[in-house]
T-cell receptor
Framework: GENVEQHPSTLSVQEGDSAVIKCTYS??????FPWYKQELGKRPQLIID?????GEKKDQRIAVTLNKTAKHFSLHITETQPEDSAVYFC???????????FGTGTRLTIIP | NAGVTQTPKFRVLKTGQSMTLLCAQD?????MYWYRQDPGMGLRLIHY???????AKGEVPDGYNVSRLKKQNFLLGLESAAPSQTSVYFC??????????????FGEGSRLTVL
């Protein structure tokens, strides 16, 4: 089955700096890669996603890149703000078998 | 439109007791899932259902049972609770892959403590 590894497990950055979270996956058949943000005590919510036919996608201050050959994808947050503090989960989805596998999460803390 | 609703939100059990978590969604989604979330381990799939009357095992199914008698409801049962089942449980739903983005819609979570 699919295995998704996520690094780092914790990340602290100064407000205004950039944050990068990296994930690798094992199943080359995975073709959709969403990122979820979970604020303290809340439910996970989708913030950005990318499909396997795209190398990069941006949405304001967040961007995701995908390297299919190396089987890794990354989340980039620029100009970080206090409200970016949360746990971020990457995931890999295979539309063929309808399986979504999550990474273990990264706790991002923005230091004012 | 409430989305995905879980009940109860909190529960404390003694070892050996049984209980059922209820998940209800009003988005007419075919697929429903139960995940557990533990520190440092992310979200792990317990069981899932691709339609009314069907269920399948996920990554960590032992000690849990599920039922999907109605399309909008997905029940998670603990037959004989153990301390290792102390966790936060999330229900989620989605449309089938061919029709959607793959996005899961989560409930607010149910915090279960087994003493």
């Amino acid at each position: 089955g699919e295995n998704v590894e996520q690094h780092p497990s914790t990340l602290s950055v100064q407000e205004g700096d950039s944050a990068v979270i990296k994930c690798t996956y094992s199943d080359s058949a995975s073709n959709y890669f969403p990122w979820y943000k979970q604020e303290l005590g809340k439910r996970p919510q989708l913030i950005i996603d990318i499909r396997s036919n795209v190398g990069e996608k941006k949405d304001q201050r967040i961007a995701v890149t995908l390297n299919k050959t190396a089987k890794h994808f990354s989340l980039h947050i620029t100009e970080t703000q206090p409200e970016d503090s949360a746990v971020y989960f990457c995931a890999a989805f295979n539309f063929g078998n309808e399986k979504l596998t999550f990474g273990t999460g990264t706790r991002l803390t923005i230091i004012p | 439109n409430a989305g995905v609703t879980q009940t109860p939100k909190f529960r404390v059990l003694k070892t050996g007791q049984s209980m059922t978590l209820l998940c209800a969604q009003d988005m007419n989604h075919e697929y429903m899932y139960w995940y557990r979330q533990d520190p440092g381990m992310g979200l792990r799939l317990i069981h899932y259902s691709v339609g009314e009357g069907t269920t399948a095992k996920g990554e960590v199914p032992d000690g849990y049972n599920v039922s999907r008698l109605k399309k909008q409801n997905f029940l998670l049962g603990l037959e004989s609770a153990a301390p290792s089942q102390t966790s936060v449980y999330f229900c989620a739903s989605s449309l089938p892959g061919a029709m959607n983005t793959g996005e899961l819609f989560f409930g607010e979570g149910s915090r279960l403590t087994v003493l």
